[in-house]
């Protein structure tokens, strides 16, 4: 209590609003306090409380990739535990007894921070450098989080799963630059459809793939259906002589089953195989110069 106390009033002292703080005495109670926060939040921790409890690094390494964390103590010099907790996320270790408000001030300053430039590198290691959406890394990461919403809102998924056609003809035919353009290309329709709330990512070469929660089952099909308008407007206006045309392959689970997201990957993947073989041998709807631009190659990808 006394040291709650203390830490508030130096908070106040800095300037810090007495309203934004709270203040809970068991360690369980501090955690659901913060992960309520979504991120938003700072996290004084007291070490005397918190060490003892069972789940304690676990939970100290979870919430440090959310919220900036300070660690407050009673003694007086760092030690090796000290350390210790620095390594799994904790941005700042005070001794209570020896800080200022201005020092603290400071304190909370380089901890956000710090903080930030960690979620900034976090996020650019999740993200494809060509497309800006998520990579393979990425996009199983935050298709995971969102099955658990899933799960627990008892909402269907559904997957889509993406190859662009005629990929191989443009790397070896106009150049590999050319291809990335029609990669890029491929993104920015697909962030036009889907909604912010929706997983997009790019799982390598000329692959994507969409996770999409839904509360109709129906919705799904309706986001198929407004990325296949979506394609016929781009292209109409697309100034380059060969269309972007993608082949989709979908796969559903229902509200209530079991969700299993490799398995929801790997159907959507068998179904985009059986589209793209349908399409294999075929010319493009369309070209400005009427020309033959696409071989009729059965191995053409």
């Not at 130096?10 to 979504?38: F, H, I, Q």
């Not at 800080?99 to 999740?126: C, D, F, G, W």
């Not at 000329?206 to 799904?220: C, K």
């Amino acid at each position: 209590m006394e040291d709650s106390m203390l830490l508030r009033a130096m908070l106040m002292m800095a300037g810090y609003d007495k309203k934004l703080m709270t203040s809970v005495y068991r360690w369980r109670d501090g955690v659901e306090r913060a992960a309520a926060g979504n991120g938003k939040c700072l996290l004084f921790m007291d070490k005397a409380f918190a060490q003892d409890e069972p789940d304690y690094e676990g939970k100290v390494r979870e919430l440090a990739l959310e919220m900036p964390i300070i660690l407050v103590e009673d003694a007086g010099a760092a030690n090796q535990a000290d350390s210790e907790v620095i390594e799994l996320g904790v941005q700042e270790v005070l001794s209570l007894r020896e800080i200022t408000s201005n020092y603290l001030a400071k304190a909370v300053q380089h901890a956000v921070e710090r903080h930030q430039m960690r979620q900034q590198i976090r996020e650019t290691a999740l993200v494809d450098t060509l497309t800006g959406l998520y990579n393979r890394r990425g996009f199983f990461k935050r298709a995971e989080q969102a099955v658990a919403v899933a799960t627990r809102l008892n909402m269907s998924v559904m997957v889509l799963f993406m190859d662009v056609d005629h990929m191989k003809w443009v790397n070896d035919t106009l150049s590999h630059q050319e291809g990335d353009v029609l990669l890029v290309e491929a993104a920015n329709v697909l962030r036009t459809v889907f909604r912010s709330t929706d997983v997009i990512g790019r799982l390598g070469g000329d692959e994507f793939a969409v996770l999409l929660l839904r509360q109709q089952e129906s919705a799904g099909q309706r986001a198929t259906g407004r990325l296949q308008a979506a394609l016929h407007k781009y292209n109409s206006k697309r100034k380059l002589s060969y269309p972007l045309s993608l082949s989709i392959g979908q796969a559903e689970c229902l509200k209530g089953q079991t969700i299993d997201l490799e398995t929801l990957l790997a159907q959507a993947d068998e179904n985009m195989y059986k589209v793209k073989k349908k399409k294999r041998g075929q010319a493009p709807s369309f070209l400005a110069d009427g020309g033959d631009y696409f071989r009729e190659d059965k191995g053409e990808e």
